[in-house]
Each structure stands twice: as structure tokens, then as C-alpha cells.
């Protein structure tokens, strides 16, 4: 019995470009099909191949292999899907073949390596009782592992180009061209070959059973081919979670076309993700809307639609489907509204396709480079580095400043919001992740094996450098963006609040204020800019933590291993570096807090921030409002300092590795015990003496626990000088709302704590000194007894 949808779709006819997707998520190009009886083999024979291969320890994806299996059994309702055959696969061709038939080499080279992109054909012919179609299904797989930096270009750049029909196509990527050049291709050997799935691909396409389909980038590729191909104008083309094209593409759509034949187009497209994937939303406007006129929104059970570690797993093409209790397969549930996720990304993607194609690209560009470098752990299949950190260098430079950072603040409110809807789940699995990265490290550095990444070529000095790149990086990247973020958010309070304070000066003069002019200021709140600076704040406070946490189990995690080419040159350079990038950070960030304090002194013309507290009638609203955005700047700036105080300590301890009498290319091990005790540099020389008496007094546990007690005592007395000098600053900032009582109560029971330490350490010596004088005796004593 087949499910209708809407009036042109079935539920069954969904489910059957979905199973044919899945199965180009199986490593195809690594499975021995070799051995089938044909050249092409059905999706039966594929996924038990794959389960054979799994089960050698090889990696294939668990979900994917499941949900395929669960399709083929027979309570499925579905199993005769088992039966479609796969052909015409890109990488299978030949890449010389190919340039013999006018394609050029870069183009061969790309539709032949499944890293760039993987393009097949399905033909299920037979019995249609359980809602298969029968028919030719052209699929289009997902982003491959070299291909996630072309992603930038297919909606920015657009530096490839296709001609079809003397009419030259220039807003696509350069592997969307390949995409295009290997479908002509493929329907050059349907059209010629004389093998039989030629024969049944050919009679397919004469009876219009023909359908397009793909997942995420996929999909966009089989849009890209519906629109560019004649061949394909009835044809129905479903794309699962995928992006749209650039406005650029779409108006050479109508320039050509004419719009009446585009909106006929785009009326055969079927758009079907997640409730919550962003990916679908990217190239949408608000002017435009989606490209695809037929959208789909399906239920994702098991994920919440708040967590933002969940985002990307609603792009995971297998939860379209569901499996019940009887074991037939569902498509999932549809909704009515898309989740947080996708709505943020449809506000970004409106701001950037209204941008010049240059300094889209600079927005795009680094966040799919870090896909690429940091996800993928893959070169670039159609850029060098050398290209991409060109690029990196063009973001560096647009007007409004990196990219990558000003697309954190074009997120908007609802991402903020969506992140810390559940903070403490979020900050239990950043811990989580943290964690699981320092102890990857360990082992690695325990062991030297990790999985190979790109520039591994080079001999020594890796793992100290691939962890820099990866980690301290990330660390510091995302404090240098809250520093850029509280620079921007105190440049947007300062002019419209010195337009407020002249407002009110002007209409509510401080002899007569008007009653009723004020009502819409005593609301006001801090500017959106420094919310989101604040939330990031909050985020570098939870890394922080998370790291603290992890520090005791993790450590030791670094040592320069030998044979390695840079010693201490390199291990102190970095550390200048980094330490370079914190006080340029700092001193932004105090500069920023001093820009905000004079700009309100000057906006109420006051001379210091004491007055904010004296009774000004036409004022009063606004000095809450000034109150609170100061209080807001100092918390941020507090837990900034803090974290880039912890990040320099951790740098400092991280690259110094190398004492002066280790000669060059020598192991060391990190000294955990003298970090975990903050540089008691004596305390693990004393433990380690283990200097007993003949009386079995153990002298130096008995004095490192003097010096520990002495330690103490001295940190109280820093301790209580700090509170006292706190107190005295809060005696003179009214405005920051902060208990002295609760103050005076710590400083009380700090005194309270040092008196103890000293008498304990009074207690220590005057013990250390009767086990000395017990020595002293026992020693004379046995002297006696050996002389009678």
C-alpha cells in the first residue's frame, strides 16, 4: 500500500531516493564487488559486501549500514529495493577516456577521484507493489573529504563554468562543472554503448522514467543538472538537506530561460530535510525564498531541536527514516516549522547573498577551509595550500574585518540563545570534548601513532606543532574573536547612547521634567552586540574550566621527540607568539573598557563615574542603563583577563620543555607534579630526598609539610591584602553591585584560617625539633650501649 505525500509524491518513491543515497555512503570504491556476477551490482549485494567489511575492522558508517540492512529485510515493506542495480559510477571511469571525449584533464581528473565527488546511476526494474518505482535515478553523493573548500566557491566565486547549447554557464564551482561534464558524459554512454543496463537505461529515458537526486552538496548538484540539462526538464529532483544556488546562478537561470520557465523548473524540485539542518538554508533570501518551490520537513526523534551540539547530526541523511516495532520503515513525520538552526542560518544566508561576491567568499571561505583542514583532515582536491592560504589572507583584509569571526555576530540573537538554552549540557559535553582531545593527544605522543593528515611530510618536530595548530589555536582564536566581538559591541553603545542622553536633556530638561516622556527609556537594555559578547565570554570561562578539569588526568601531554629538527628555537618561538597574540588581546580589551567609561562620562557630562550615583531627575533612567552595560564590560573583562592569564600560564608551560642541559633533539617529559602545585619548585625536590633517620623519622616529609603550611599562610596574607584593596575600590565604585558584607565575611574567616596555619606551622616545628632531639638521644644512646 503506498502513502501519499502530496499529490505528485509518494511516501514510498521518497524512502526509495533516500535508501539509494544511503548507499553512497558506504565506502563503495574500497568494497570487492569484483566477484558479482555483473559489473554492476545490486544495493543487496553492496550493503553485504560493506557488513563483511566492517566486520574485518574497517570503517563504515554503523548508522548508514543498519538503517540499509533494516530496509532490505522483508518486513520493511520496501525490501524489493534491494534489487536496484548501480552503474555508471564517476570514479570508475577512465580518466584518459574521458580527455579522448573532449573533457579536459583537470575536469577527468576530478570526475575520477572520489574524493572531489561521486556520481552513479540506479535501474530498479520489476515489480512495483510495494511503491518502487521502476526507473533510472541519477544520485549525487554528499561532500567528500577533499571537496569542502569548493563549497565556499559554489556560492560565492563561482569560478567554474559549463556551456550547454552554446550558452555559457559561469556561476558554479569548478567541481560543479566536473559534476555537469560527468553527467554529459554518462549520457553520451547511454546513448552509444550496446551493453544491456544501456539498453534499460536507454528504454527509461524513453518512457520518462527518469528521476535526480542527492544529499546535502549532492542535492545542490542535482539541481545544478535539472537546470542546466533539457534532457532533465520533467524530470522530478529530490535534494535532501541541500543548499540552494548563488542569486547570481538563479538570475542566469532567468536571463536565459525567461522566469516563467524557471518557476516550471523549480516547481519539479523537492526540497526535503530535518525540521532543524542548516545546511538546506544557505542561499536562501527573504526577497527569493527557496529555490525549491516543494519544501518537506521532517521529524528528527531523539534529538531535542535546542542543543547546539546536536545541530549537524539533523543533516544525517539516515534519520530521514525510521524503523518500527513490526520492523517496516517509515519516512519520518512531517512538521510544520523549522527548528532554531535552521531559522539562524536563513538570517545569515539572507545578510550574505546581499553581499558582493568577493566578500561573500571571505565570509564563507575560512569556515570551509576549517572543514577541510580541520574535519576532513584532507587536503584540497582542486586548491593548493598555498591557494588557500591565499584566500585566508583576502579574508584578513575585507572592510568590516575576519570573516569567519563576523559570521559568529551575524548568527544573530537566536544562535546565542539556541547555544545557552542549555548551558550545563553544553558545558558538560565541551568538557566532555576537551577531555577526549588531551587524552587523543597523550596517547598519541605515548604511542606516536595518530592518523595521518596533510603536511605530515615533513621529518620531526610534528606533534608538537599539529597540536598547537589544533588546540592552542582554537583556544586562543576563540578568545582574540570576544576581544574583537567586545571592541565591536562597545563602538555600537557609545553613539546611540550619547543620542539618548541628548534626548533626554533636550525634552525632559533637569528644572521640569515632563512625566511620561521618560517611560520608554526606563526599559532599556544592553545593546544585542554585547549580549552576544557576554555569551562568548561565558563560553571562553566554560573552555577554561573544562580545561582545568581535564589538566590532572591529560597531563603529561607534551614532549619534543627525538630525532625532531627544532628543539628549543621552535618551542619558544611559538610561545612568544602566542603570548604575543594574549597581551595584544588585553590591550585591546582595556583600551575598549576605557573607550566605554569616558564616552559615558562625556554623554552625561560628569566628571567621574561617582556622579552616576548623585540624583539627576531627567537622568535617573538612563544611569541604571549606563550602570548595567558597565557592570556587563567589567564581568566580561574580568573573565576574559582571567582566561588569558590561564592561557599564558599554559602556553609558558606547554613550549618551556627544554631545560638549558638537554642538548638538541633529546625527549623531556612534562613536569606534572610542579604544575599542578603552581611552581612549589622545592616541594618535589624535598619529597623526592625521602631522607630518613635511623629512628625511622622521615625529617624532610616533616619540613616539606612546615614549607607547605608556611606557603599557606603566606598565600593568606596575599589573599586578605587583595580583599582590602577590593574593599577600597568598591568603596569608590557605587555602581557595581557586589556584597562588602559578603566580603568582610571571607576576609574574616581568611584571618580566621591564617591564625590556624600558623599555629599548625608553630605545631610542625616545634615537633620537627623534639623528633631531632629524639634522634639526638637515640644516636647517643646506641653509641652508649655499643661502648659497654
Known amino acids: 500500500m503506498t502513502t501519499k505525500i502530496d499529490s505528485n509524491l509518494t ?13 553512497l555512503y558506504l565506502p563503495i570504491s574500497e568494497l570487492d564487488l569484483d566477484n558479482n556476477e555483473t559489473t554492476d551490482p545490486t544495493i543487496s549485494q553492496i550493503v553485504q559486501a560493506a557488513r563483511k567489511y566492517k566486520n574485518s575492522g574497517n570503517d563504515v558508517e554503523e548508522a548508514t549500514l543498519e538503517m540499509l540492512e533494516a530496509c532490505l529485510k522483508e518486513e520493511s515493506g520496501i525490501s524489493d529495493i534491494g534489487n536496484a542495480r548501480l552503474t555508471y559510477i564517476s570514479f570508475k571511469k577512465d580518466a584518459n577516456e574521458l580527455v579522448e571525449h573532449g573533457i579536459s584533464r583537470k575536469n577527468a581528473e576530478l570526475i575520477t577521484n572520489p574524493d572531489a565527488m561521486v556520481a552513479v546511476a540506479f535501474v530498479y526494474e520489476g515489480s512495483e507493489a510495494q511503491g518502487i518505482r521502476e526507473g533510472l535515478s541519477f544520485v549525487h553523493r ?144 527573504k526577497e527569493r525564498g527557496y529555490f525549491a518551490k516543494n519544501l518537506l520537513r521532517l521529524d528528527a526523534p531523539g534529538l531535542d531541536g535546542e542543543d547546539p551540539s546536536d545541530t549537524m547530526k539533523y543533516h544525517y541523511l539516515f534519520r530521514k527514516l525510521r524503523v518500527e516495532a513490526n520492523g517496516k520503515v517509515r519516512l519520518q513525520k512531517i512538521v510544520a516549522e523549522e527548528g532554531w538552526s535552521a531559522k539562524a542560518v536563513k538570517k545569515i544566508s539572507d545578510k550574505l547573498m546581499k553581499m558582493p561576491i568577493s566578500e561573500r567568499a571571505a565570509y564563507m571561505h575560512p569556515l570551509m577551509a576549517s572543514l577541510q583542514y580541520g574535519y576532513a583532515k584532507k587536503a584540497s582536491v582542486n586548491l593548493s595550500v598555498e591557494s588557500s592560504v591565499l584566500l585566508l589572507v583576502r579574508t584578513a583584509y575585507i572592510k568590516d ?10 548568527a544573530g540573537q537566536p544562535m546565542i540563545e539556541g547555544l545557552f538554552k542549555t548551558e550545563e549540557r553544553f558545558r558538560k559535553k565541551l568538557s566532555e570534548q576537551i577531555q577526549l582531545y588531551l587524552e587523543s593527544t597523550k596517547q598519541f605522543i605515548e604511542t606516536e601513532r595518530i592518523l595521518p593528515r596533510p603536511l605530515d611530510k ?49 525634552v525632559a530638561p533637569p528644572v521640569e521634567p515632563r512625566p511620561g516622556m521618560l517611560q520608554t527609556i526606563r526599559t532599556l537594555q544592553a545593546p544585542p552586540s554585547l549580549k552576544r559578547c557576554k555569551s562568548l565570554a561565558y563560553t571562553c570561562r566554560a573552555v577554561d574550566e573544562a580545561i582545568q578539569r581535564c589538566e590532572e588526568s591529560c597531563y603529561p601531554l607534551f614532549r619534543i621527540p627525538e630525532g625532531a629538527h627544532y628543539p628549543r628555537k621552535m618551542a619558544e618561538l611559538l610561545k612568544r607568539q602566542r603570548t604575543a597574540e594574549l597581551k595584544d588581546g588585553v590591550s585591546s580589551i582595556e583600551r575598549d573598557r576605557t573607550l566605554l567609561e569616558a564616552g559615558i562620562l562625556e554623554c552625561f557630562r560628569v566628571s567621574s563615574l561617582d556622579e552616576l550615583e548623585t540624583e539627576i531627575p531627567a537622568k535617573h533612567p538612563l544611569t541604571n542603563f549606563a550602570k548595567q552595560v558597565l557592570y556587563d564590560a567589567r564581568e566580561i573583562e574580568g573573565i576574559l583577563l582571567n582566561y588569558a592569564a590561564r592561557l599564558e600560564k599554559g602556553f609558558r608551560e606547554q613550549f618551556v620543555l627544554l631545560g638549558a642541559q638537554e642538548s638538541a633533539g633529546q625527549g623531556v617529559a612534562f613536569d606534572t607534579v610542579a604544575f ?25 616529609a616533616a619540613e616539606h609539610a612546615l614549607a607547605c603550611a608556611a606557603d599557606v599562610s603566606i598565600h593568606c596574607g596575599s589573599l586578605l591584602r587583595d580583599i582590602e584593596q577590593l574593599n577600597e575600590r568598591l568603596s569608590r565604585l557605587h555602581y557595581v553591585s557586589v556584597s562588602r558584607d559578603g566580603l568582610s565575611e571571607l576576609s574574616r574567616l581568611l584571618g580566621s584560617w591564617k591564625s590556624q596555619q600558623e599555629e599548625y606551622r608553630e605545631a610542625l616545628g616545634s615537633y620537627a625539633m623534639r623528633c631531632r632531639e629524639t634522634e639526638e638521644r637515640f644516636s647517643a644512646c646506641c653509641a652508649g650501649i655499643a661502648e659497654e
Open 142 to 285: 554528499g561532500t567528500p573529504g577533499g571537496a569542502w573548500e569548493d563549497n565556499y566557491d559554489m556560492e560565492s566565486d563561482c569560478n567554474g563554468s559549463f556551456v550547454k547549447n552554446n550558452h555559457l554557464f559561469e556561476s558554479i564551482s569548478p567541481i560543479g562543472e566536473a559534476v555537469l561534464y560527468d553527467q554529459q558524459d554518462t549520457l553520451r554512454r547511454i546513448r552509444e554503448e550496446s551493453t544491456e543496463i544501456a539498453g534499460k537505461c536507454r528504454a527509461f529515458i524513453g518512457a520518462a522514467k527518469v528521476f535526480l537526486s542527492g544529499h546535502s552538496k549532492g542535492g545542490n548538484h542535482a539541481m545544478l543538472i535539472k537546470c542546466v540539462f533539457e534532457e532533465f526538464r520533467n524530470v522530478t529532483c529530490f535534494a535532501f538537506d541541500a543548499p540552494g544556488p548563488p542569486i547570481e546562478l538563479w538570475d542566469e537561470y532567468n536571463k536565459y530561460y525567461g522566469k516563467e520557465r524557471v518557476e516550471e523548473i523549480r516547481g519539479k524540485i523537492h526540497s526535503i530535510f530535518s525540521f532543524n539542518d542548516p545546511v538546506h538554508a544557505i542561499a536562501y533570501t
Open 676 to 700: 599542578l602545585q603552581s611552581g612549589s619548585e622545592n616541594a618535589v625536590s624535598a619529597v623526592a630526598a625521602g631522607e630518613v633517620g635511623e629512628a625511622g623519622i622521615d625529617y624532610a
Open 401 to 410: 574585518g575576519a570573516g569567519f569571526l563576523r559570521l559568529m555576530e551575524m
Open 458 to 506: 615533513d621529518a620531526g618536530g610534528l606533534p608538537m606543532i599539529r597540536h598547537d595548530l589544533d588546540f592552542n589555536r582554537s583556544t586562543i582564536a576563540l578568545f582574540q574573536g570576544t576581544v574583537g566581538l567586545f571592541g565591536t559591541a562597545v563602538k555600537d553603545i557609545l553613539a546611540p547612547f550619547n543620542e539618548l542622553c541628548t534626548f533626554v536633556t533636550t
Open 11 to 23: 511516501e514510498q518513491e521518497i524512502m526509495q531516493q533516500v535508501v539509494y543515497n544511503l548507499v
